[in-house]
């Protein structure tokens, strides 16, 4: 090998031990903001500073699914009042869901991928509170988990190696904006915005097949939504929510996007609702005594 | 969804490659930041001139490639990569990372998490220590029990380790 390709080596593999070691994820969104801050005319500005207040929108946003999650919260506020007309049935189990979503209930939530092989490829599992907290468990190679979370006043992320630091900040927008930059491909952080997504921006309908086979089940309603011109392009073609009949508690929802390699979908299913303690959604109920803690 | 909303989409899947490409290239982290912003800024005026039948990525770092080359010619020290073919082997090392499994950068990175833990001892610490704990220098040779040229030499040979596992284990071969 030539000495000249030898310092490419080296130097991509600093450059990623700095990314893997760092917190170089988490400033992405600053440095593009900035960037983008930087352009002449104001809009783009203008809009990342609106997008900073309103939590996150789908510019801020670096994977398809999250875009999804995120655009609801900036757009609620619009179309909560307008939204387009949905057919009823279809947008009223929507309605219910939204409002079991809203309740200060506790919920497990597992998050896998179907990649097109045979098995479908574990991402994460998810504890949601309300509309906003929740605490997510990243699975890491060696058994590890990062977690990241929201408790409704701190956004924080325990980092998987135990040396490093949790991140915590006061900040919702910039910590939430942080949490779902990091964790692009998982989608199903708010699902409040996503429902409220999926209401405005999607063309709904009640079907009676459900999206993962298997034999229908009466204790659930289910409803498709499929993206048309409304619908960013960057968001799935394609979302099935079941939900149950009896109170509107989501029990999965599979979210599919056409790819040039091949099909993808991710689903989100419930796993069980116990009450979860008190601190749950804070990150002290997830760190090892005496973990450093960096807060920003 | 407008040009501008679709354009800050763009710059926002792919300003983590961005961040590698311009960290591997340029020795000075303010000088990185500094051509970040100028590649964006340069990206948005030209995006007359962007296919959007090919991958934005490349294209994106294609302008960053020309802003490197660019300060080469005003700070030859800042940078590191100053060769064409350099940035070229550099642009396919990119590429290969991101064709690497995972939907994120973070997730794509899992394969260095996993090679690190492979290291030999030795090794490892000394990553840890330069990176981990970000010691350099003298403090470095401090920590890891040594002296400053064996330090050194000792975070080489892991970054050239860790590359050669990168590589083996799929996805950044570099091919000259």
């Known amino acids: 090998m030539s000495a000249e390709h030898d310092e490419v080596r080296q130097r991509f593999a600093h450059a990623l031990l700095e990314r893997v070691h760092g917190d170089a994820e988490s400033t992405d969104r600053e440095r593009v903001q900035r960037a983008l801050g930087a352009i002449p005319g104001g809009d783009l500005r203008d809009g990342a500073r609106r997008a900073s207040r309103a939590g996150t929108t789908a510019r801020r946003i670096g994977g398809w699914v999250p875009r999804l999650v995120a655009a609801g919260l900036a757009l609620a506020v619009v179309w909560w009042a307008a939204g387009p007309g949905a057919p009823p049935a279809a947008a009223s189990v929507v309605e219910r869901a939204l409002a079991a979503v809203r309740s200060n209930d506790d919920r497990h939530y597992s998050i896998a991928a179907d990649d097109g092989g045979d098995e479908l490829r574990p991402v994460a599992d998810v504890y949601i509170r309300g509309g906003d907290q929740f605490a997510l468990r990243f699975a890491r190679p060696g058994g590890r988990s990062m977690w990241t979370g929201y408790d409704g006043i701190e956004g924080w992320r325990i980092p998987a190696p135990s040396r490093m630091a949790v991140r915590v900040s006061s900040d919702p927008a910039v910590m939430k904006a942080r949490i779902l930059d990091r964790n692009s491909d998982l989608p199903f952080l708010e699902l409040e915005s996503a429902l409220v997504t999926i209401r405005d921006l999607y063309v709904l309908s009640t079907v009676s097949e459900p999206a993962l086979g298997g034999a229908p089940d009466p204790s659930l309603l289910h409803v498709r939504a499929i993206a048309d011109d409304r619908t960013p392009p960057d968001m799935p073609r394609q979302i099935d929510l079941a939900v149950r009949r009896e109170d509107g508690v989501i029990q999965s929802l599979v979210a599919s996007r056409e790819s040039s390699l091949r099909p993808r979908l991710l689903i989100l299913r419930l796993l069980d609702e116990e009450a979860r303690p008190d601190g749950w959604y804070g990150f002290e109920a997830h760190i090892a005594p005496g973990r450093r803690v960096r807060r920003y | ?176």
Request: glycine share 6%.
């Open chain 2, 1 to 176: 969804m407008d040009t501008k909303r679709l354009f800050e989409i763009l710059v926002r899947e792919h300003a983590g490659m961005l961040d590698v490409f311009l960290k591997s290239a340029v020795r000075d982290p303010g000088l990185a930041d500094d051509l970040f912003q100028e590649t964006v800024l340069t990206a948005w005026n030209r995006l007359d001139d962007f296919d959007q039948e090919r991958p934005f990525g490349p294209w994106l770092r294609g302008i960053a490639r020309r802003k490197v080359l660019a300060a080469h010619r005003k700070s030859a020290s800042a940078v590191a990569l100053t060769d064409p073919g350099a940035l070229e082997a550099l642009e396919e090392q990119c590429a290969r990372l991101h064709h690497r499994p995972g939907d994120t950068l973070d997730e794509k990175l899992d394969g260095v998490r996993r090679c690190i833990e492979d290291l030999a001892e030795p090794y490892r610490d000394a990553v840890r220590a330069r990176y981990e704990e970000d010691l350099d220098g003298a403090r470095l040779a401090e920590r890891l029990s040594t002296n400053n040229e064996r330090a050194k030499k000792l975070v080489q040979r892991a970054r050239r380790l860790l590359a050669a596992c990168i590589e083996r284990t799929g996805g950044t071969e570099v091919t000259a």
